[in-house]
């Protein structure tokens, strides 16, 4: 009976000392990152309006010509999306979540509307990404799916999220 108290024992004071070891980590990790430190804060409110309007402008302009555009693919489509970025030039869509962290600081903007809009927007934006990426691999043995139909998928995406960005816009 010793045996199995003393067994007891340990297993308790084991699983006691690595509880409070990860709680004080856990506290620790929560208490040594302040905001300020983020680095959505070495954005300023003015770069990020910019960001977002280049943005809106962009989305404007990759549903204005599409068939252009899309002409090179899925690639071009995620270029024009910022979630692939080839050669020198890069989308404003690029991180455009550390420009909505610091927009959504802003008084003057309705912080749960804005929150709200800007999660579907990156989701949205993020659906868009998936369908093009699809359409570079589309193809190939068996019965496979054209290109144009991920291609078409990522336009109605796309679109979606052109209705958001103005909605967004408008908050601004």
């Not at 690595?18 to 620790?28: D, G, I, R």
């Not at 962290?101 to 003057?108: G, H």
């Not at 193809?139 to 052109?162: F, M, R, W």
């Amino acid at each position: 009976l010793t045996a199995l108290d003393a067994s007891l024992s340990n297993r308790r004071s084991f699983l006691s000392r690595t509880t409070a070891a990860v709680a004080t980590s856990s506290l620790l990790q929560i208490t040594t990152y302040p905001k300020s430190a983020s680095a959505a804060a070495a954005l300023s409110q003015d770069a990020a309006l910019a960001q977002w309007k280049a943005s809106a402008a962009t989305i404007d302009n990759l549903v204005n010509n599409w068939d252009t555009i899309t002409k090179g693919g899925g690639d071009a489509i995620r270029k024009e999306l910022g979630t692939a970025n080839f050669g020198t030039d890069t989308s404003p869509l690029f991180q455009i979540d550390k420009a909505f962290k610091v927009l959504r600081e802003n008084d003057d903007v309705d912080l749960i509307e804005f929150t709200e809009q800007s999660e579907e927007f990156s989701n949205v934006l993020a659906q868009a990404d998936t369908m093009a990426y699809s359409a570079n691999f589309a193809g190939g043995s068996g019965k496979p799916t054209p290109p144009k139909v991920y291609i078409d998928k990522a336009k109605k995406e796309v679109e979606g999220l052109q209705q958001i960005s103005k909605s967004l816009s408008s908050l601004l």
